[in-house]
């Protein structure tokens, strides 16, 4: 009875090797030389404990807007892709429209300079 757990037991030790012994000889094996600069948190290039009404620079949303234009469309192509055959020309015609909102999007970000960061 117990030999049918064998494999399993082989297997998480084998699995907490892999993921906890690279951790562990890091930890033992670098270097550890903490400064100043090291040990203070870091936001997104700002100090951590500003004024919390400070202004953003519009280029980090407009980032973020261009992050998820990318992210939509891989999130949709990848089923569609798959049952293109099944769709016919409904569906590839569906996506055509789809990817031409998501160009005008792209477009609007490359008029505001959303790809230019100074």
């Known amino acids: 009875m117990l030999e049918n757990y064998l494999p399993i037991l082989v297997f998480l030790v084998l699995g907490l090797l892999f993921g906890v012994g690279p951790i562990l000889m890091g930890y033992?094996?670098?270097p550890s030389r903490p400064d100043s600069a090291?040990?203070?948190?870091?936001?997104?290039g700002f100090e951590a404990f500003e004024d919390s009404r400070m202004k953003f620079d519009v280029r980090f949303y407009l980032i973020a807007i261009l992050f998820i234009i990318f992210d939509l469309e891989i999130a949709f192509m990848f089923p569609w892709a798959i049952v293109l055959g099944d769709l016919g020309a409904y569906g590839f015609w569906a996506?055509?429209?789809?990817?031409?909102?998501?160009?005008?999007?792209?477009?609007?970000?490359?008029?505001?300079?959303a790809m230019e960061w100074e």
């Open 28 to 30: 033992m094996l670098g």
């Open 38 to 44: 090291k040990l203070s948190p870091y936001e997104c």
């Open 95 to 113: 996506m055509f429209v789809f990817l031409a909102i998501l160009v005008v999007g792209f477009a609007y970000e490359w008029k505001k300079g």
